[in-house]
């Protein structure tokens, strides 16, 4: 039951609330079957806050809602042409009710996504005075200064003596702490206008109660609150696992996922270490900022995002570098002399398919550069073979590719398939002979076999 005796019911069979007058005339409903805010799976109780607040036992969905008391709800088919503007009148009706009321409008599109949302706050007054406030805001931050300005205005045609007003806050459990109070009184059609300042503490709601009492007149209370939130955030990197020679995406989108307004600053830390950007920004509830950035890499590298202000994180990404490469030959020390094959393999062992130029020189020269491109998948391989034409004499073979880099360098000789050189000396006369030296040398390839005759 309400202070002005109306009366709130769990209508657990039709999923909504029901609220009449003390008359037991009907009110309001609100509710319907659902898992979102404002619906309901057998609410199975409900009941009134001291705040103003209606609190609901949602059996179904297995959590309490709480929520204001809604006195008034109409759903009405937009079908508007576009850059054109249209009023829609709504009745509302009676209000059997009195006090500060928000008249609340939330446009969504035939999917269900909200697309705007607009409040106006309005007060119903019983007797000849009224009494007004709001805060400047209906979300800070904790430690951000709040402002409340109000008014309290005497409508009766006479003098009004001897008035008490008193305004407090209250946060969960907290006893109510008193912002402001004070007696006075107002002339005829008199306005009395007040600002009281206070400091937004622990996240939460703070219920605000202003109490207008005059002695023989029913007292006029007023309730309001608002909220105490942190900003919240989702972060998220996009970038690739891995990248190869071209140019590829990064970036990083902030959300602000919270209720309140935030700022932050953003370091970008490229490849090098360095800075590469630094931007600071605010953000409003549900807004999104997109760092978007191109970069190009030779090596594995690691991107950091550094935020602070509101929202302190550090996200690192590492983007490895896929493409890699390394080249075999099967060299003999040596050859004969003529046509000969060498064998080569070249590996592709990065993560990325690729095609790899090789270029292959050979000194002193029997061409100029050979180059050959082969096109291999991810850890792929191929078996060439290069083909040379060669006189006698001492080679040296390299193959190289810059990118992806790798390379291989050897020595070899080539020689006459038969060739063989002999010298022979004879010494001095001793004990009656000449000793006699006979030396060999087989420069050729093949190897020598047969006999050595002297005479």
């Known amino acids: 039951m309400g202070p002005d005796d109306s009366i709130f019911v769990a209508d657990l069979g039709n999923d909504r609330i029901q609220m009449f007058d003390r008359d037991g005339n009907f009110m309001a409903k609100w509710g319907k079957f659902g898992i979102g805010d404002g619906e309901f799976d057998h609410p199975s109780d409900v009941a009134l806050g001291a705040n103003g607040l209606v609190y609901v036992a949602d059996a179904g969905n297995i959590r309490i809602q709480r929520m204001k008391p809604i006195l008034f709800e109409s759903n009405i088919p937009i079908d508007q042409s576009a850059a054109t503007s249209q009023n829609y009148p709504v009745n509302i009706g009676v209000l059997n009710a009195s006090g500060k009321f928000y008249l609340e409008a939330t446009l969504t599109s035939s999917l269900g996504q909200t697309i705007a949302q607009a409040a106006y706050p309005f007060y119903l007054y019983e007797g000849n005075t009224a009494v007004a406030f709001d805060a400047d805001k209906t979300i800070y931050k904790p430690g951000e200064k709040v402002v409340i300005g109000g008014r309290i205005e005497n409508r009766a045609p006479v003098k009004a003596s001897g008035l008490t007003f008193s305004l407090s806050a209250k946060q969960g459990a907290q006893n109510s702490p008193l912002l402001d109070s004070g007696t006075f009184d107002l002339g005829a059609g008199e306005v009395r206008v007040f600002s009281i300042e206070t400091t937004a503490g622990a996240e939460g709601t703070v219920d605000l109660t202003g109490k207008l009492t005059q002695i023989g007149v029913d007292p006029v209370k007023i309730t309001d609150q608002y909220e105490v939130a942190k900003p919240g955030f989702s972060v998220s990197v996009l970038a690739p696992e891995v990248a190869g020679k071209d140019p ?100 592709n062992t990065g993560q990325l398919a690729q095609t790899i130029e090789v270029n292959y020189d050979l000194s002193p020269p029997a061409s100029g550069t050979l180059k050959k491109t082969y096109s291999l998948p991810a850890r792929g391989s191929t078996t060439d073979f290069l083909s040379y034409d060669l006189a006698e004499g001492s080679y040296f073979i390299s193959a190289a590719s810059r990118m992806p880099a790798a390379s291989f360098l050897a020595n070899f000789v080539v020689r006459k398939e038969n060739k063989v050189e002999t010298a022979i000396s004879i010494g001095s006369l001793a004990s009656g002979s000449f000793p006699v030296d006979v030396a060999l040398q087989n420069a050729g390839y093949n190897s020598v076999e047969g006999s050595l005759y002297i005479q």
């Not at 602000?256 to 490849?271: C, I, L, S, Y």
Request: charged letters at 20%; zero cysteines.
């Open 248 to 347: 590829f995406s990064i970036s990083a989108e902030v959300k602000n996922t919270g209720k309140v307004e935030a700022a932050t600053r953003m370091q970008f830390t490229d490849e090098k270490g360095l800075v590469a950007d630094d931007q600071s920004f605010t953000l409003s509830p549900g807004g999104t900022k997109l760092f978007p950035y191109t970069r190009q890499i030779t090596a594995d590298a690691t991107y950091t995002f550094s935020f602070t202000g509101d929202l302190n994180q550090i996200i690192s990404k590492t983007v490895v570098y896929g493409l890699a490469a390394d080249i075999l030959m099967d060299i003999q020390p040596a050859y004969p002399e003529g046509r000969i094959l060498i064998p080569v393999t070249v590996n």
